[in-house]
């Protein structure tokens, strides 16, 4: 028996976010879209903020999703930002955490500027965020905040250089590992401190996704994983989707895995 995915049917009631304020960071970008999408569709009143300008968030707009500028390494801008959510929308139900960048290459090539720039944007930019939604969801007495990980921050990285060592030069570097394990290690501290405020926090560890961020990505690392193909940007929204719903207010401090069977734990 075959199972068909259609990732625009959702198993969930069309207003199953209806008067929820979502705020989703790297609106801009295929996953974000598709989570503004996903919830937008389930009624939530949905916020995409990016350091891209509007223009290139068109394609949300006959979903009525509002645009904001944000830069998520500036905690001014950070501030800013949230305080505009919920002056314009009156609350902040849940905050989804997507906004990063990739790198690639050797760990004995990586330049310190670049280092900065990826912890600066995954790691910085993220504890940002989440502690900027930490007052209006405390006074509101719940909240969802659900961060994006990686399988790269909890298997050691795809790359297997004492085969191939031209497999490293296009697979996520040291840099992007180490900004996602330390998302997720922020995400289970966030989660016990803030749980009894009625703030649930998890995060979602894609492997491979059909993006702009990996069109670089080996066939031959494609080819390890499992499920015989990488994953897709809706495949992702759903699972973020379920971490903020109803149905999972019991679960927090959880790194869900969506990677196709590529790591297990």
């Given at each position: 028996?075959?199972?068909?995915?259609?990732?625009d049917?959702?198993?969930?009631?069309?207003?199953?976010?209806?008067?929820?304020?979502?705020?989703?960071?790297?609106?801009?970008?295929?996953?974000?879209?598709?989570?503004?999408?996903?919830?937008?569709?389930?009624?939530a009143?949905?916020?995409?903020?990016?350091?891209?300008?509007?223009?290139?968030?068109?394609?949300?707009?006959?979903a009525?999703?509002q645009?904001?500028?944000?830069?998520?390494?500036?905690?001014?801008?950070?501030?800013?930002?949230?305080?505009?959510?919920?002056?314009?929308?009156?609350?902040l139900?849940?905050?989804?955490?997507?906004?990063g960048?990739?790198s690639?290459?050797s760990?004995?090539?990586l330049?310190?500027?670049?280092?900065?720039?990826?912890?600066?944007?995954?790691?910085?930019?993220?504890?940002?965020?989440c502690?900027?939604?930490?007052?209006?969801?405390?006074?509101?007495?719940?909240?969802?905040?659900?961060?994006?990980?990686?399988?790269?921050?909890?298997?050691?990285?795809?790359?297997?250089?004492?085969?191939?060592?031209?497999?490293?030069?296009?697979?996520?570097?040291?840099?992007?590992?180490?900004s996602?394990?330390?998302?997720?290690?922020?995400?289970?501290?966030?989660?016990?401190?803030?749980?009894?405020?009625?703030?649930?926090?998890?995060?979602?560890a894609?492997?491979?996704?059909?993006?702009?961020?990996?069109?670089?990505?080996?066939?031959?690392?494609?080819?390890?994983?499992?499920?015989?193909r990488?994953?897709?940007?809706?495949?992702?929204?759903?699972?973020?989707?379920?971490?903020?719903?109803?149905?999972?207010?019991?679960?927090?401090?959880?790194?869900?895995?969506?990677?196709g069977?590529?790591?297990?734990d």
């Amino acid at each position: 028996m075959s199972i068909a995915i259609n990732e625009d049917s959702m198993m969930y009631a069309a207003d199953l976010f209806a008067g929820c304020v979502v705020l989703v960071t790297g609106g801009a970008g295929g996953i974000g879209s598709a989570v503004c999408g996903a919830f937008a569709a389930h009624g939530a009143r949905v916020v995409a903020a990016d350091i891209q300008g509007p223009e290139h968030l068109d394609a949300t707009e006959a979903a009525g999703i509002q645009h904001l500028r944000l830069d998520v390494t500036r905690r001014d801008d950070v501030l800013r930002c949230v305080r505009e959510v919920v002056s314009r929308l009156g609350r902040l139900d849940v905050l989804v955490n997507v906004a990063g960048v990739v790198s690639a290459g050797s760990a004995g090539d990586l330049a310190e500027s670049e280092w900065d720039r990826v912890l600066g944007i995954n790691l910085k930019g993220t504890f940002l965020c989440c502690q900027a939604a930490i007052g209006p969801m405390k006074q509101q007495g719940a909240g969802r905040i659900i961060n994006l990980g990686s399988v790269l921050g909890k298997n050691g990285g795809n790359p297997r250089p004492w085969i191939n060592p031209e497999e490293q030069a296009s697979a996520g570097n040291v840099a992007y590992g180490v900004s996602k394990a330390g998302v997720h290690t922020m995400t289970s501290y966030l989660a016990k401190e803030l749980a009894a405020s009625g703030i649930t926090v998890n995060a979602v560890a894609p492997g491979p996704v059909a993006s702009a961020m990996t069109t670089r990505f080996p066939q031959v690392l494609k080819d390890l994983i499992p499920a015989g193909r990488i994953g897709s940007a809706g495949e992702i929204a759903a699972a973020i989707l379920f971490l903020a719903s109803p149905q999972a207010g019991f679960i927090t401090g959880e790194v869900l895995d969506v990677n196709g069977g590529l790591w297990c734990d």
